[in-house]
């Protein structure tokens, strides 16, 4: 039987034709790089992806009808999964065209990676690379990062979608408490202030002693969490520099909820202290630190590791803001420092933040679900609330959350399982998983700093893209997409 589209679909599939035709026109600055920089392929890779893109949105807008229906809050999740989906292939394109990768696996893993903000790379040595392509491999994870999301709330009130439930699906909006406000009056805030953040960064590179070409692509990827590098030994590339400090400052503010920095602007930073899930973020980096340094530094004198405290800072709040940068190979760490770096891949960074993974507001629910159920065993008639930052947690908030941490771990396992067929070792096949589930990057072993993906095989490469983009569209949209009550139209 054919399947006909239902007119929620039909309006769904209108508007990504103008998401296509404005991927059409975000390409084109990168021709005139290619130009610049004398990269005849380049120029041609992305001219005609550009053609392309803007081809198929022109299709798209002309040919589907135009409806007058108000979306659902279920077509949110197909919304944004088609979103990303699109702009991933689309994305692909210049890698195979400008000759830079032949497997189409490998290309799509690539540009999974730069549009999720993971920064997991194929590439052993991208410094070889023509600059342009490096320049938008780059800009895939800034546009991720933040401004593919404020670029698609732009255009949602003409879909009668209320941005709300499309947000909610998102890390880079999805808040707790007064703070999950309507996104409609802040997408604008939210833009300046990641084109400011953006400024600031680029400014303060180029003073650390980057060229301009350099400060671009290293901006684009720390404001975004993402961690792309144009060359293959990251950061220690500019080891003795400020260049590490720089980073380590916008990091730290990218991985901060933020609607902190409206409320600091406007009720001062007491009231921004007061906040659990900020509070636990930078408990979380200081604690963390100063463990590993200890630990790095117990066989030997301080004086022997002078570095030992920044490598250790940097190399923590890398993690915990899924960005994905080092400044060392801490495979060399002791033992129990790469099992911290481990466990904090899994933590994530603030909620409606730029960055990936679980976000420290669910694990601290989590934790108050945990003591709230022990207190039960204990006293079994005893009333014991939830709140966070003073306000009642809402049962179906717990719920969602538990039911979130399950598939979590749910994909780690199965993600593991089956990229455990491609024969590699234990810590690269479970570190590869978590990595890119949760939007980091480096692994372990074979996938270590320095390293590449190339290790893995085509069909291990698409699995690893499929995790890449259900780490950031907050797993839920995956989930409810293989769900047949998902398609089933007479339900809500």
């Known amino acids: 039987m054919v399947h006909v589209m239902t007119a929620s679909q039909t309006k769904i599939f209108r508007y990504l034709g103008f998401v296509l035709l404005g991927l059409a026109a975000l390409l084109l600055p990168f021709i005139a790089a290619a130009v610049g920089y004398g990269e005849n392929k380049c120029i041609s890779s992305f001219a005609l992806t550009s053609f392309f893109s803007s081809g198929i949105g022109l299709a798209l807008i002309t040919i589907v009808p135009k409806m007058d229906v108000h979306l659902k809050k279920r077509d949110g999740y197909l919304l944004m999964a088609m979103i990303w989906a699109l702009v991933s292939l689309i994305g692909m394109i210049p890698y195979i065209l400008s000759g830079a990768v032949s497997s189409p696996f490998d290309a799509l893993f690539e540009s999974c990676s730069g549009f999720s903000t993971t920064g997991a790379t194929i590439f052993s040595a991208p410094e070889m690379l023509p600059r342009s392509l490096l320049l938008w491999r780059s800009f895939t994870q800034w546009l991720g990062g933040m401004g593919i999301i404020v670029f698609a709330s732009a255009l949602l009130p003409p879909t009668g979608i209320e941005d709300q439930s499309v947000s909610q699906k998102h890390s880079s909006v999805n808040v707790i408490g007064k703070r999950h406000a309507r996104f409609t009056g802040t997408s604008a805030r939210l833009l300046m202030l990641y084109l400011g953040f953006s400024a600031a960064c680029l400014i303060a590179l180029r003073m650390a002693g980057m060229t301009f070409y350099e400060s671009l692509i290293h901006m684009m990827s720390t404001v975004s969490t993402g961690g792309f590098s144009c060359y293959h030994d990251s950061l220690a590339h500019f080891s003795g520099t400020a260049v590490p400090a720089v980073i380590l400052v916008f990091m730290i503010l990218s991985g901060i909820n933020y609607n902190m920095f409206f409320i600091l602007k406007q009720r001062g930073i007491a009231v921004m202290m007061r906040d659990e899930e900020f509070t636990a973020y930078l ?57 911290l770096i481990l466990l904090l891949m899994m933590v994530g960074a603030c909620s409606g933040s730029a960055g990936s993974g679980p976000k420290i507001v669910r694990i601290l629910i989590s934790c108050k679900l945990v003591k709230r159920s022990l207190h039960t065993r204990i006293h079994p008639n005893r009333v014991s609330e939830m709140a966070m930052n003073h306000r009642p947690i809402r049962q179906e908030t717990a719920t969602n959350i538990s039911n979130y941490m399950f598939f979590y771990f749910f994909l780690i396992f199965c993600g593991s399982l089956i990229v455990a067929a491609d024969g590699q070792d234990l810590m690269t096949t479970l570190s590869a998983v978590i990595s890119c589930l949760c939007n980091i990057g480096p692994g372990f072993s074979a996938i270590a700093p320095g390293l590449s993906y190339a290790v893995f095989s085509p069909a291990a490469k698409a699995v690893l893209s499929l995790l890449m983009i259900a780490g950031r569209l907050e797993l839920f949209a995956v989930f409810m997409l293989l769900s047949p009550h998902y398609w089933n139209s007479n339900r809500a």
């Open 283 to 339: 408990r979380i980096l200081l604690f963390t630190s100063i463990v590993i340094f200890a630990d790095l530094i117990m066989p030997r004198p301080l004086s022997a590791d002078s570095g030992a405290a920044g490598d250790a800072l940097f190399q923590t709040v890398s993690m915990v803001t899924t960005t994905g940068f080092t400044t060392v190979n801490y495979m060399r760490w002791p033992v129990f420092s790469q099992i």
